[in-house]
């Protein structure tokens, strides 16, 4: 009887597909590759972007399973600052990929779990496995932009960001100044003021206080003419342009209440891209719906999901403040008078949520029937 080890074959049935997900990184990218039906994630590490060592390591993964060169390959990756440029390359390698909402996967509900990069790619991959198998609930998959409809997105948004800067130099300003006991409006001629400002004892502003608040300045009228630059390019858009989403942007323009942020905004970030089939996609994906919690006899709510886009929940309800001002007569203001408007602080904030939902599923029904909402009237 011979006495020499045998070694089991590691493949004894194997799939078709390679499944591959992807941990990304700054610097490093972590690989976990398998075929399914139980086989152990084949773990490899590469330079962060190096395409080239991906191609490879996807080849001998093929290799090493026993597959042929053809074989499908299906990967997943989070959502998150890589934005979807991965998604696109892999889409032209002939890869199909999905993009996963990170907030979507489900974790282990002990206080402590281990995590590192290592386990997460492994993670990701068998459920990928599952995704793949049929279990289309296992996460919520990301909605990829073209590269025009995501470059649409770059004006409002580097239009908010600049305003958030401008903003943030300008609560230094106050600040370094509420630190000397004293307080400056911050506009018009900010330096010659200076001049003019004294401390609680008499004197003038310290040398290197003053460079710094002069400094500051210069970042404000900076931002500020970004600021008109950024407008002015976005009217001339609204003036010139013939695409079917500036037409959109008029169209909602054309409703009293409604102003050139909210309505770009709603267009480029919301109902130019994405093609809803219902109310609840709207809700649902604006984060606006409720989030109930039964267990037994317990019963409670929650509040809202907050599990869509953050810059059209944040508008919508700023826009439902003003629709109660600016259309009264509207079917959505009455509903909204007669439910809530004679409540509490607590409960009038709580309304004018569900007010801003209702709201935007009306606008998406305008932009798609043409018909105003009930009692709304449009600008003279």
Request: contains cysteine.
């Amino acid at each position: 009887m011979s006495t020499a080890a045998t070694r089991a074959n590691e493949h004894s049935e194997v799939s078709s597909i390679v499944h591959l997900a992807f941990e990304l990184g700054n610097s490093h990218w972590k690989l976990a590759l398998t075929t399914g039906l139980g086989q152990k994630p084949r773990e490899r590490t590469i330079d962060a972007r190096d395409l080239e060592a991906l191609r490879k390591e996807i080849s001998r993964a093929k290799r090493r399973f026993g597959l042929p060169r053809s074989v499908q390959v299906v990967s997943c990756y989070e959502a998150g600052r890589d934005g979807f440029w991965l998604h696109r390359w892999l889409d032209a390698e002939g890869v199909e990929n999905v993009v996963v909402d990170s907030s979507s996967i489900e974790v282990k509900r002990r206080a402590r779990r281990a995590k590192s990069d290592r386990l997460d790619a492994q993670r990701l991959v068998w459920m990928l496995v599952r995704y793949q198998a049929g279990e289309r609930k296992v996460w919520s998959v990301v909605r990829v932009p073209t590269v025009e409809e995501e470059d649409r997105r770059q004006l409002h948004r580097e239009l908010e960001a600049v305003k958030a800067d401008r903003t943030r130099s300008t609560n230094r300003i106050k600040g370094l100044l509420a630190g000397q006991g004293t307080r400056l409006e911050v506009g018009g001629n900010f330096p010659a003021r200076l001049d003019r400002l004294r401390l609680w004892d008499g004197s003038s502003l310290p040398a290197v206080l003053r460079a710094r608040l002069e400094r500051e300045w210069e970042k404000v009228q900076l931002y500020t003419q970004q600021i008109l630059e950024l407008e002015a390019a976005r009217r001339r858009l609204l003036r010139e342009a013939t695409d079917p989403e500036l037409e959109q942007v008029r169209q909602l323009l054309g409703v009293r209440g409604i102003g050139v942020n909210s309505a770009w905004l709603f267009v480029m970030e919301f109902f130019s891209w994405r093609q809803f089939r219902s109310r609840r996609e709207v809700g649902g994906l604006s984060g606006l719906v409720p989030s109930p919690y039964q267990s037994g006899d317990v019963s409670r709510d929650w509040g809202i999901a907050k599990a869509g886009n953050r810059r059209v929940r944040t508008m919508a309800i700023e826009l439902a403040w003003g629709w109660l001002r600016h259309q009264p007569n509207s079917a959505l203001s009455r509903w909204y008078e007669e439910r809530f408007g004679k409540g509490s602080r607590r409960v009038r904030k709580i309304g004018i949520v569900a007010l801003a939902r209702r709201l935007l599923i009306e606008l998406w029904r305008y932009l798609e029937t043409g018909v105003l909402p009930e009692g709304a009237e449009l600008k003279a």
